[in-house]
């Protein structure tokens, strides 16, 4: 069976840290660009951050620039997503999702079922 799933959420004060990661079965990670997004409560799913299947190639929304940072070890198939000065406005389920291309958050292939991240005092 192919799936993604994604670990690291929790509950974390403003300013914390957390790193999520996201793990493959049943696929070989190496082939795709992953995708991090994010659905906060009451609002559109949105991209976080991407990179691109040999790691050489990354992107970050405007809200991740210079806070979070992706990753991957092929060799572990799994991805992650470093996310330093969590604000509360970060709060949201936190999806992985892989595509054969780049990106796109209506085009990915396989997606995972998501962790909840908390960002409160």
């Known amino acids: 069976q192919l799936q993604l799933v994604e670990s690291g959420g929790g509950l974390v004060q403003p300013g914390g840290s957390l790193r999520l990661s996201c793990a493959a079965s049943g696929f070989n990670l190496d082939y795709y660009a992953i995708g991090w997004f994010r659905q906060a409560p ?67 292939d396989y997606w995972g079922k998501g962790t909840l991240v908390t960002v409160s005092s």
């Open 42 to 108: 009451g609002k559109e799913r949105e991209g976080v951050s991407c990179i691109s299947s040999s790691g050489g190639r990354k992107h970050y929304a405007d809200s991740a620039t210079g806070r979070f940072t992706i990753s991957r070890d092929n060799a572990k198939n799994t991805v992650y997503l470093q996310m330093n000065s969590l604000k509360p406005e970060d709060t949201a389920v936190y999806y992985c999702a892989a595509a054969m291309s780049w990106c796109h958050l209506h085009d990915m």
